[in-house]
């Protein structure tokens, strides 16, 4: 177990809705990042936050957005959903440390949007 | 642009035989880390290890080792005497190191491994 909680672990939506997933990190942990992964596929990277602050994003439009609260805990936010945002949300948290790249994650969200 | 395949999409084997995953990767930076993941049914994903470009030294971790080939791009991942709970799906993962913080990975497809009895 890595310590990382998800919530919901589920949940439907139609497409234009809103949603917000939460994520509390790991103790000690002062980054989070957060991951899409379609089914049958590897998890691509939408962005991370440290300091509450983004400091990096990946391949994805800004309708999907975050935060990161002083307590480390963070949320991701998707507006607008479209149906191919149907897709696993994981999220990972870790110690901001150049190279590490050793991740903890979630058991995710899945997102299921029609 | 920095890419990684993983040639094998699914694998079968019966427990106790020898199984590897193979990895081949892209990039254009010198300096990198390569990753193993591996991800249960439950659907977190496990760090398995981490490995250096400038670390070609195999790795060995009790039935699991690792297979590190610059020459070739390839970090590919061995289980000696696989076993029912070894079933998963497996990615490995790239990181350059100019990515701030290290947590920005590339991750393959992933290759499904299940062990059967």
């Known amino acids: 177990e890595t310590g990382v909680t998800q919530s919901p672990t589920h949940l439907i939506k139609t497409r234009g809705q809103q949603v917000t997933l939460r994520c509390s990190s790991q103790s000690g942990h002062n980054t989070v990042s957060w991951y899409q992964q379609a089914l049958g596929q590897g998890p691509q990277f939408i962005f991370q936050?440290?300091?509450?602050?983004?400091?990096g994003r990946g391949n994805f439009p800004p309708r999907f957005s975050g935060l990161q609260f002083p307590n480390y805990s963070s949320e991701l936010n998707v507006n607008a959903l479209e149906l191919d945002d149907s897709a696993l949300y994981l999220c990972a948290s870790s110690f901001y440390s150049l190279r590490t790249g050793e991740l903890f994650f979630g058991e995710g969200s899945r997102l299921t949007v029609l | 642009a920095q890419k990684v395949t993983q040639a094998q999409t699914e694998i079968s084997v019966v427990e106790k035989e020898d199984v590897t995953l193979d990895c081949v990767y892209e990039t254009r930076d010198t300096t990198y880390y390569l990753f193993w993941y591996k991800q249960p049914p439950s659907g977190e994903l496990v760090f398995l290890i981490r490995r250096n470009s400038f670390d070609e030294q195999n790795e060995i971790s009790g039935r699991y080792s690792w297979n590190f080939q610059k020459s070739t791009s390839s970090f590919n991942f061995t289980i000696t005497a696989s076993q029912v709970v070894d079933s998963a799906v497996y990615f490995c993962?790239?990181?350059?190191?100019?990515?701030?913080?290290?947590?920005?990975?590339?991750f393959g497809e992933g290759t499904q491994l299940t062990v059967n009895p």
């Open positions: 993962a790239l990181s350059e190191a100019g990515e701030t913080s290290g947590s920005r990975l590339t």
């Open positions: 936050y440290y300091r509450e602050e983004e400091n």
